[in-house]
C-alpha cells in the first residue's frame, strides 16, 4: 500500500453536519475512511466508459409471460460466456420474476451486456452494478 498523504479540504458547515450524519449512518470509524471510500467510488464508476476489469452484477425483473424473452436473454448470455460467472432466477410473483447475473470483464463490454439485457421488451427494470480493484 503506497503511503499515506494528509490533505484539507474546506467544507460548508451545513454539508459537515450532513456529511457527519452520513458518517454514523453508515457506521464509519472517521471522516477519512468515508472519504477514501466515496473518492474509490467515484473512480470505479469513473472507469465504468473505459476498458479497465470492472466486476459487477446485471439484475432484472421482467415479466415472464412476455412471449420469447427467456429465450432471448438466454441467447444474449450465451453469446456473453466470457462475462458471466453465474446468475441466480428468482420468482416473485405469477407474472415476473428476478434474475440477478454476476459479470466480470471490460468495463465497456459490461456496459454493452447490460444495455442488451436491460432494453429488452418485456424487462420491466434493471440496473447494471460494478465495482472493481482498487484504482
Given amino acids: 500500500m503506497a503511503a499515506i498523504v494528509r490533505f484539507g479540504i474546506s467544507i460548508d458547515g451545513k454539508l459537515l ?55 432471448k436473454l438466454t441467447d444474449i448470455e450465451h453469446k456473453h460466456l466470457e462475462n458471466i460467472i453465474s446468475s441466480l432466477h428468482v420468482h416473485i410473483d405469477h407474472h415476473h420474476c428476478m434474475e440477478t447475473i454476476v459479470v466480470k470483464g471490460k468495463a465497456s463490454e459490461i456496459r454493452e451486456l447490460a444495455d442488451r439485457i436491460i432494453s429488452q421488451k418485456g424487462v420491466k427494470h434493471g440496473k447494471l452494478v460494478v465495482t472493481g480493484i482498487e484504482p
Wanted: proline share 0%.
Fill in 17 to 71: 453536519e450532513k456529511f457527519d450524519e452520513y458518517i454514523e449512518k453508515k457506521g464509519y470509524v472517521s471522516r477519512s475512511e468515508a472519504v477514501r471510500d466515496l473518492i474509490r467510488n467515484a473512480l470505479i464508476e469513473e472507469s465504468v466508459g473505459e476498458d479497465k476489469e470492472v466486476f459487477g452484477t446485471i439484475t432484472i425483473v421482467f415479466d415472464h409471460h412476455q412471449k420469447e424473452l427467456e429465450d
